[in-house]
């Protein structure tokens, strides 16, 4: 079993940037992805970006490429999304997730275990 907690959403204004956390307690290891998802108002939950602890690897949907960094601190045992300018059409709510079997996947019913979910706002 894994617990995910997320952490640092908000409201914020078009162009600026906030940071998610996601700390996982339970059993993870190094191959476990951790993802990001969102949901936004009358729409479908999408994919975000994924992470494997060791070796790193990181994927990111595209339409957030080059905005939004994850990493992780397997320390800490948590992940981040690092969110730059943002956009009125991030706003959602940002769900993290976690896969112990390894696989890179960007489909969320691969993941079992999530994360109670953390609200961004982007006003324009």
């Known amino acids: 079993q894994v617990q995910l907690v997320e952490s640092g959403g908000g409201l914020v204004q078009a162009g600026d940037s906030l940071r998610l956390s996601c700390a996982a307690s339970?059993?993870?290891?190094?191959?476990?992805?951790m993802g990001w998802f969102r949901q936004a108002p009358g729409k479908a939950r999408e994919f975000v970006a994924y992470?494997?602890?060791?070796?790193?690897?990181?994927f990111y949907a595209a339409s957030v490429k080059g905005r939004f960094t994850i990493s992780g601190d397997d320390a800490k045992n948590t992940v981040y999304l690092q969110m730059n300018s943002l956009k009125p059409e991030d706003t959602a709510v940002y769900y993290c997730?976690?896969?112990?079997?390894?696989?890179?996947?960007?489909?969320?019913?691969?993941?079992?275990?999530w994360g109670q979910g953390t609200q961004v706002t982007v006003s324009s």
């Open positions: 997730a976690a896969d112990n079997r390894g696989r890179f996947t960007i489909d969320q019913t691969d993941y079992p275990y």
């Open positions: 992470i494997r602890w060791s070796p790193a690897y990181t």
């Open positions: 339970g059993r993870t290891f190094s191959r476990t992805i």
